[in-house]
């Protein structure tokens, strides 16, 4: 059977303290990097943006229908000047004086119909634009939230992740203090089961929680004070103390 003083299996629980410690820490920068609040910042900001590109596209496509609707009218405008020019010079026969006289007419008809397309399609782009404004500001105030969340984030996740490596440092400190094959004892047990070493008191293993047997805690008892013992349900050492009832 392994053997280990008294006292050395009593700092066994200072090691499992930290090692409890760790686990605990290392639980809760997990929960922090999964920040709800961050999550739900970068989903608004996610959807700010896909808002944004939205009303960019729409306004791209308005302020194209009004170029074209521009070229149409300026298209129109020149064939009617073109027209007038013929007129005013008189180069041609009554006839074709008449027919670009009425061509004109047609022609003007046709540009005021571009004409009050034109203002339509104005209209609309400037409503598109003023959305577009207003999605650009939405998705500025998200940055800056989503900002602020991440930085809180990070900042609580490097504290925690500092009291880790420090919770580290204690632990590899401590470990280095006993004698090895204690320690490979106490870590092999930890990492089959979780818990390397635990109290006994007044009869329950504090590391499964469980009332021992009769039997075997006659047995535990019986033991000499300098002889490692072992939980029989969950394998961890047990560390007794006349002042436990053990």
């Known amino acids: 059977m392994a053997k280990a003083a008294p006292a050395e299996q009593l700092r066994l629980l200072e090691v499992a303290a930290l090692d409890s410690e760790i686990t605990q820490l290392t639980r809760k920068i997990s929960e922090a990097t999964a920040d709800a609040q961050l999550a739900a910042a970068q989903a608004g900001l996610d959807e700010a943006r896909a808002a944004q590109a939205q009303i960019q596209q729409e306004v791209a496509v308005a302020a194209a229908a009004l170029k074209d609707s521009e070229l149409a009218v300026e298209k129109v405008a020149a064939h009617i000047a073109k027209d007038q020019t013929r007129i005013n010079s008189n180069a041609g026969t009554a006839s074709d004086m008449m027919a670009l006289s009425h061509e004109i007419d047609s ?23 003023a959305q577009e404004d207003a999605a650009g500001s939405l998705t500025a105030t998200r940055t800056e939230e989503h900002a602020g969340h991440l930085a809180r984030r990070d900042a609580a996740v490097a504290a925690l992740e500092a009291e880790l490596a420090n919770t580290k440092s204690a632990r590899a400190e401590l470990a280095a203090s006993f004698d090895d094959a204690l320690m490979s004892t106490y870590d092999r047990l930890r990492t089959r089961n979780g818990i390397g070493a635990a109290r006994l008191f007044h009869g329950t293993s504090e590391a499964s929680g469980m009332a021992l047997a009769a039997g075997d805690l006659a047995e535990i008892k019986a033991a000499p004070a300098d002889e490692v013992v072992f939980c029989p349900d969950s394998g961890a050492i047990l560390v007794r103390s006349a002042e436990w009832g053990a």
Not at 107 to 129: F, H, K, S
């Open 107 to 129: 022609l003007t008809v046709r540009r005021n119909g571009l004409e009050d397309a034109e203002l339509e399609l104005m209209g609309a782009l400037e409503e598109l634009q």
